[in-house]
């Protein structure tokens, strides 16, 4: 059972999130910035930058929640049925999250290239898994594996 404290911290986290999206799709991502969203939310700064670290966390919020959306709509397709249903109705699923946000995509796939370009760096640094590669390759090349 959630606690009252936690119920205000989710409710503070989706008014931010949904202000914020209200204000990107009426004046453009690129127009709008922290102050804009914490004015109109009327939240102290700081309590914007407890739940987000920038205007971005919250673009690349709702390209997640879109994904996951749309992957909830694929599983549900079963299996046996054509792959063609399952792309239309991640086409469709896709156009009923960005449909009416349209002006955001280009912002919004800038902002998951950022992630994920981001993430790939940091993968590429990691000493566990470039140590296990070297393994890995080097059981490749005699054989073991």
């Given at each position: 059972?959630?606690?009252?404290?936690?119920?205000?911290?989710e409710?503070?986290?989706?008014l931010?999130?949904?202000v914020?999206?209200?204000l990107?799709?009426?004046?453009?991502?690129?127009?709008?910035n922290v102050?804009?969203?914490?004015r109109?939310?009327g939240?102290?700064?700081?309590?914007?930058?407890?739940?987000?670290?920038?205007?971005?966390?919250i673009l690349?919020?709702a390209?997640?929640?879109?994904?996951?959306?749309?992957?909830?709509r694929?599983?549900a397709?079963?299996?046996d049925?054509?792959?063609r249903?399952?792309?239309?109705?991640?086409?469709?699923?896709?156009?009923d999250i960005?449909g009416?946000r349209?002006a955001?995509l280009?912002?919004?796939?800038?902002v998951?290239?950022?992630?994920i370009v981001?993430?790939a760096?940091?993968?590429?640094?990691?000493?566990?898994r470039?140590?296990?590669?070297?393994?890995v390759?080097h059981?490749?090349?005699?054989?073991?594996?």
């Amino acid at each position: 059972m959630a606690t009252l404290r936690s119920q205000q911290k989710e409710a503070t986290r989706a008014l931010l999130h949904d202000v914020a999206m209200r204000l990107f799709e009426r004046d453009g991502y690129d127009a709008v910035n922290v102050d804009d969203i914490v004015r109109e939310s009327g939240v102290a700064r700081g309590t914007f930058y407890f739940h987000y670290e920038s205007k971005e966390d919250i673009l690349y919020e709702a390209v997640r929640r879109g994904e996951h959306e749309i992957v909830r709509r694929m599983a549900a397709v079963d299996l046996d049925r054509p792959f063609r249903e399952v792309l239309e109705v991640m086409c469709a699923a896709f156009a009923d999250i960005w449909g009416k946000r349209r002006a955001l995509l280009g912002d919004a796939g800038a902002v998951g290239m950022k992630r994920i370009v981001s993430v790939a760096r940091e993968r590429e640094e990691e000493p566990l898994r470039l140590e296990m590669i070297k393994h890995v390759e080097h059981a490749l090349a005699n054989g073991q594996l």
